[in-house]
Each structure stands twice: as structure tokens, then as C-alpha cells.
């Protein structure tokens, strides 16, 4: 049964935060469970969420609750093992869909949720939770 593989010890970056407040926006508030919280990314092109695991896992799905009118309408999902190069996992078109099956993911330790294009006129991506279901590889 796949559940969260995101845990204390999973290592989050994000490619920016908005004023660089992450005091009202950073990305912990991804994680939080309270629905009045989230990661608000500063503008630009190609904003990104990383993950790092304690250990490998296997991906089965990507739930990702954005703000309407600064959600993605393209993603790409990448993972690496440890001391690997990024590849590409699955493309997700998020439009009305919170919830994103990951079909045949090999092991990873480390994912990265590139939002390629913003909803948001300057680029801006806000993000209320983030989770990643599926298992540990070992």
C-alpha cells in the first residue's frame, strides 16, 4: 500500500520564495496539513520543488494543491539515485487534477517538480501542499 515518502528527514529546496519571505511563504508551509499556509514562489520562468529522501524509494503518485491562477499548466517530474543525473520521470498537465498516478518510476533518492509554465502572467507559483505517494525501495 503506497503511502507518503515524505518524512522528517526528506531535505526540500525551492527554486525561490516570494520577496525571499520565507517566514510567510517558504516552502515548509507545503507540508504543514493547514489549509491557510503555502509556498509562494517569487516570478520567473521554470520555478522548482526538490526533494531529497533519507533512502530510495519508489514513486506512485504526485498530489499537488495549487492556488488558482498560479498553478502550473505544464510540470515535469524528475528523479536520480544518490550521485546520479536527473531524468525524467513522468510529464503532468495539472489543469483541474490535484492528484497525478506516476506509471513504472524506477528507484530514487532524490526528485525534483519543475512548474515549466505558470498560470501567472509573471510566473509566480503558489503551492497549498505538496505529497509524493509510494514506498521504500529496499
Known sequence: MASSVICRETQSRVSSVLNRDVKQYG???????????????????????SLE???SVTLSELKVQFQGGFSAKTCKLEGCLKDGDFTVISHIYPEDNNSF???????????????E?????????????LDILGENAS
Do not use: H, L
Request: net charge negative; charged share 25%.
Open 27 to 49: 516552502k515548509k508551509y507545503m507540508f504543514d496539513c493547514n489549509e491557510e499556509t503555502c509556498w509562494n514562489s517569487d516570478q520567473g520562468e521554470c520555478q522548482w520543488v
Open 53 to 55: 529522501f533519507p533512502q
Open 101 to 115: 498516478p506516476i506509471q513504472e518510476a524506477p528507484a530514487v533518492d532524490k526528485v525534483k517538480i519543475i512548474f
Open 117 to 129: 509554465n505558470s498560470a501567472d502572467f509573471f510566473g509566480r507559483i503558489i503551492v497549498y501542499s
